[in-house]
């Protein structure tokens, strides 16, 4: 059954006559023959009496209102469809990882919502494995995290590199460690740690690096927000490892301290992820072109490739 049979029959059920339903569908009279003829056969029940004015039959007076409801139905997807493909799209959802939210989102969104006042803007801001899950449930339409090779390997999913930041030490200003213009591992390993929860790359990426370094990660609290990273870390002697963009406004908190880390410096990638279904649909392309302009970093060669490294 096709859509194209559907509304030969609508035609001639409404016009009572083959040949008025045929210029009114702009083909020949045989073609609407043949049309009937294959959908009664699929029904496998006349449609129509063949008389001086097309009258319907009991099956066909019966099949109306249902040919009716799946031709609005069409009219109506490839109706949303085509406004989608126009940028006439409802809303746009964006999760993101913490201190992209913060500090590297606000121009972008304020630029778009300029561009597109009548895409309702969702953005959540998700630990980057959440955010990932999230996409691919199509739930959110881009996601901002920070990379994952073992969750973006997808040859559907569309990765874009962002920027690589250092990782760096937070702890209360009085801490023994702030005396270092740089803190050597061997002393940042020593120390009790306030870590993000699991599900998060930043922990996973610290980790990787205790196990590098031989040692064992002394977790003393799990948490997911900015925050309370800088509440708890104010108060003891834990310190936590950070990404550059989490703590730049720890920098200007004179009870905290930010130093950098020894060599090898610990770094993470910020990647921008999608879908290969989305990235044709204008809001959704327009946003991308602007976390681009804004927040990315790379050349125009290095888009949408995969760093090497991570393979």
Not at 47 to 74: D, M, N, V, Y
Not at 189 to 213: A, N, S, W
Not at 227 to 254: H, K, M, N, Q, T
Request: proline content about 5%; glycine content about 4%; aromatic content about 6%.
């Amino acid at each position: 059954m096709r859509v194209e049979q559907l509304q030969a029959f609508l035609a001639i059920a409404e016009t009572g006559s083959f040949q008025k339903a045929a210029r009114f569908c702009g083909v020949t009279q045989s073609t609407i023959s043949r049309q009937i003829q294959s959908l009664e056969a699929d029904l496998g029940l006349p449609l129509f009496h063949r008389s001086a004015q097309a009258k319907l039959t009991l099956a066909g007076e019966r099949f109306l209102p249902r040919a009716r409801k799946i031709c609005q139905e069409w009219e109506n997807a490839t109706q949303e469809l085509a406004e989608l493909l126009a940028g006439k799209q409802p809303e746009l959802c964006i999760a993101a990882i913490a201190s992209v939210c913060a500090h590297h989102l606000p121009p972008v969104l304020r630029q778009f919502c300029k561009d597109y006042p009548d895409v309702q803007l969702r953005v959540t801001s998700l630990g980057s494995d959440r955010a990932l899950k999230v996409l691919k449930d199509g739930l959110v339409d881009l996601a901002i995290v920070m990379n994952n090779r073992f969750l973006t390997a997808s040859p559907d999913m569309v990765v874009d590199i962002l920027f690589n930041e250092p990782v760096q030490v937070l702890m209360a200003a009085n801490h023994p460690l702030s005396q270092y213009e740089q803190v050597p591992w061997s002393e940042i390993t020593r120390c009790p740690q306030v870590v993000f929860k699991d599900g998060y790359g930043m922990q996973r990426l610290v980790q990787e690096q205790f196990h590098r370094q031989g040692a064992k990660l002394q977790a003393v609290l799990e948490l997911n927000t900015l925050d309370a990273f800088r509440g708890i870390v104010r108060e003891g002697d834990a310190i936590a490892l950070l990404p550059e963009s989490a703590v730049f406004d720890a920098r200007y908190d004179p009870t905290l301290a930010v130093r950098p880390t020894g060599e090898p410096t610990l770094r993470r990638q910020v990647v921008l992820v999608t879908t290969s279904d989305r990235i044709s649909i204008p809001p959704i392309k327009h946003f991308r072109q602007l976390v681009h302009q804004m927040l990315g970093i790379q050349s125009e060669s290095e888009k949408h490739v995969l760093l090497m490294a991570n393979s």
